[in-house]
């Protein structure tokens, strides 16, 4: 976390001090995810207040200075002048503060968090590595449920805090579902893995689908294609949303871009959902240190799906971080 | 749910239509749990909106109306009246809605959730079943991450969707930290476990403590104590505040009462933590229905700590949910 940066922030927005309460934020800037309540203040530097429970853990943890977290009454004389809070503050939290003070919402921390210093890429990587080892390592045999097990135990056990997600093994006709929930039938085809891992708090996101015979062969290479040519148009100042027509135009000139039912990705990082979404009406545009997915799909209902992710990071020209082979069987 | 004891309540607020957007509440209300962006609206009926990508899904699962989530500001035509919303309601969207429309915080889906029926406690019977099975087939071996992986392959292998939160395997002096993060540090003593499982979208949440040596036996047995008196009091129309008094006094008369760091529980559902909270401050009372966990224990700083938790229906008298034995070796 740059604090300097944190702080011209704050001077443009004007705004005197922060209330941090989202924990992937409150993450970010102590460098350190206390479990249980916990709030940041910036005035003219970062602390976190967080509970008794937690004070130990903390005290070893934290990148910066901490407090006792006791009451929301005690946090409140923390801050001062006008006060920027999150736009994602719980609504009756909200009314509590506001109470003869200025707020303000703004995006500075998820704005620093767009843009990934050398240490976080390095954190993303490990969570590629530990998702790509694990899912090596597996055998495709079974029901969804046992390879959706075996792949979590994998993942922990190379390293990995928690999945970053629900992990999905969807198969056969259920592949048509992009969030499928996990069944407990015996594997079909085409059978779609998508799966992350989390280390030191950042999350890794692919996705692979097994395929077997000519038409679910043929959908695996049109999306294939789809993928390529998005990750080949990434740079730093094209918009998202360019990537994203570029994969949807592929799948559109076979004629499935009705079954194209998602946007083509979104930034990775401390969520494994966060900015920049790539999708038709985003505003982003993409920089240098942005770290993306890019996954687009074919989904044809009461037959099946098919999806192809990997994480990218935005450099003069796009870098694949993850590794592990396009076709696996 | 009873969609006729939320009309009740919308009366009796004075608000003709509700808002959802908070994933337990949607889940509560529509039966299942959309992957994606969505929202419920009550009005005179319970409609489940949400995005293309969950909608074959939602149409196997959901058990109200469907919609098609597309954008915040379609959602608000749906609205009418006097709108009820969520305290967590994020600011951002507060302040759209808002716009020409009166909203006021209610908790009504809330406080219709601390009340189960029959059919959420079966759920979270199973939730318990699954864990119990789950740590009686493990091996009480190897590194605290090892044991951790093999605690949650159990539990995903007997039938949990995922762990019900960061599972906790803290051993040696680590066992001090509540809340402690997994270390790939090899077993010591003692070895607290603290684990859930999730069947159905509700949530099991247990306690064990693995104990050698006298000092350790007699703070176990401490906790142990305080855990069976508070257990002892549970039945409708206490106070929960009683509830921790109780297990705080037991502690305090061994000398130990700032070595209790957290409340003694909270409620049980489909969140793992919700009301209600049975601390020193919690106004709530037991009510029929209920389900909460009753979780003391001793930490001691620098050497070790002890929890014990079970899960507990309040009945006429206390029903503990949970069956496996306090001390395991």
């Known amino acids: 976390m740059d604090l300097k ?36 203040i910036v005035t003219d530097e970062a602390t976190l207040y967080t509970t008794k429970m937690d004070m130990e853990d903390a005290s070893m943890n934290s990148k910066i200075p901490l407090g006792e977290f006791e009451s929301t009454d005690k946090i409140k004389d923390h801050l001062k002048g006008r006060v ?29 968090r767009i843009i990934k210093s050398p240490d976080e890429i390095e954190n993303i990587g490990r969570a590629i590595d530990i998702a790509e080892k694990s899912l090596l390592d597996l055998e495709f045999q079974g029901t969804e449920s046992e390879v959706a097990a075996q792949l979590e135990y994998n993942m922990k056990s190379n390293g990995s805090t928690k999945p970053a997600f629900d992990t999905i093994v969807a198969s056969g006709e259920r592949s048509s579902l ?21 280390y030191n708090n950042y ?22 294609e789809a993928q390529q040519e998005a990750i080949k148009v990434i740079k730093p100042s094209i918009k998202a949303s360019y990537v994203d027509k570029v994969a949807r135009r592929v799948i559109e000139e076979y004629g499935y871009g ?68 396009k076709s696996i069987n």
């Open 258 to 325: 009705d079954n194209f039912i998602h946007s083509t990705g979104h930034g990775l990082g401390l969520e494994v959902h966060e900015n920049p979404t790539l999708s038709k009406k985003s505003e982003f545009k993409l920089e240098k240190g942005m770290v993306i997915t890019v996954e687009p799909g074919i989904y044809i209902k009461g037959q099946f799906g098919v999806r192809i992710e990997d994480d990218v990071l935005v450099g003069n020209r796009a870098q694949v971080l993850s590794s592990i082979k």
């Open 84 to 112: 920027g809070i999150e736009k994602s503050m719980p609504v009756s939290l909200y009314k509590k503060f506001k109470e003869g003070r200025e707020l303000k919402i703004t995006e500075i921390v998820e704005s620093a």
């Open 203 to 224: 999350c890794s996101d692919l996705t692979r689908t097994l395929v077997k015979g000519e038409k679910e062969m043929e959908i695996f290479n049109i999306v294939l």
């Open 178 to 198: 992009p969030h499928a929930t996990i069944s407990t039938d015996k594997l079909g085809s085409p059978l779609v893995i998508d799966w992350g891992a989390v």
């Open 5 to 40: 940066k944190i702080l011209d922030s704050m001077d443009a927005a004007e705004v005197d001090s922060l209330l941090i309460l989202k924990p992937e934020n409150i993450t970010y800037l102590a460098g350190y995810r206390p479990s249980s309540a916990s709030v940041v």
